[in-house]
């Protein structure tokens, strides 16, 4: 019962406030080092780097970059403009995220 509840919360709140739950999750400047290999090759993205773990995006990047992150439905979850280095968006849900910086698109399995 306490399931059924909370997703009825959560479909909700996306369907009355999703811009509301999107303005909570905040990226964070991290520089801990991230373990495995990034989603994009850097060679071919100017040095982006993205990595997708434990309920993590992680984003790596040599220059001021624009950042959009959506559902696999295409709700909007994040959209920023990150500063040089290593960000951090922590998602509670899992699920299939789709990252798009400039001409780069990337699925991230949380």
Do not use: C
């Amino acid at each position: 019962m306490r399931r059924l509840v909370l997703i009825f919360v959560m479909a909700l709140g996306f369907v009355l406030g999703g811009d509301a739950i999107a303005q909570q999750l905040q990226w964070r400047e991290s520089s801990r080092d991230v373990p495995g290999r990034s989603l994009t090759d850097p060679r071919q993205t100017d040095g982006i780097e993205i990595y997708g773990s434990h309920g993590v995006i992680t984003i790596k990047t040599p220059r001021r970059i624009q950042v959009r992150v959506f559902t696999i439905l295409g709700q909007t979850v994040s959209a920023v403009t990150l500063n040089p280095g290593t960000s951090e968006l922590k998602i509670a849900a899992r699920g299939i995220y789709v990252v798009k910086i400039g001409n780069i698109t990337q699925k991230v399995v949380l």
